[in-house]
């Protein structure tokens, strides 16, 4: 079973920036597509940025020119920066992983990302 361990969450006032990182244990991020949800109350759990195996990146519209996804495939590690925080990005972020053979999904246990003044 894959390990999925968040960090980076926080406040942060409008304007400011935090960068999300998930560890996962294993050597085995190479053969996983990575991604970044986020679920606000009342809200469904939505994309916000993934990242394939190849390195291509898609984002939501509506964090697209703001965040930036990453990988570290020696560190086993998924990056989410965020810059330009505003209010409607306030929610518990998820990271993901999805195996490219067996389509299994793992989750992390959510960081909580607040952005008031």
């Known amino acids: 079973q894959v390990q999925l361990v968040e960090s980076g969450g926080g406040l942060v006032q409008p304007g400011g920036s935090l960068r999300l990182s998930c560890a996962a244990s294993g050597s085995i991020f190479s053969n996983y597509r990575m991604g970044w949800y986020r679920q606000a109350p009342g809200k469904q759990r939505e994309l916000v940025a993934i990242i394939t195996s190849g390195l291509t990146t898609s984002y939501a519209d509506s964090v697209k020119g703001r965040f930036t996804i990453s990988r570290d495939n020696a560190k086993n590690t998924v990056y989410l920066q965020m810059n330009s925080l505003s209010p409607e990005d306030t929610a518990v972020y998820y990271c993901?992983?999805?195996?490219?053979?067996?389509?299994?999904?793992?989750w992390g246990q959510g960081t909580q990302v607040t952005v008031s003044s």
């Open positions: 993901n992983v999805r195996h490219i053979v067996t389509n299994v999904n793992y």
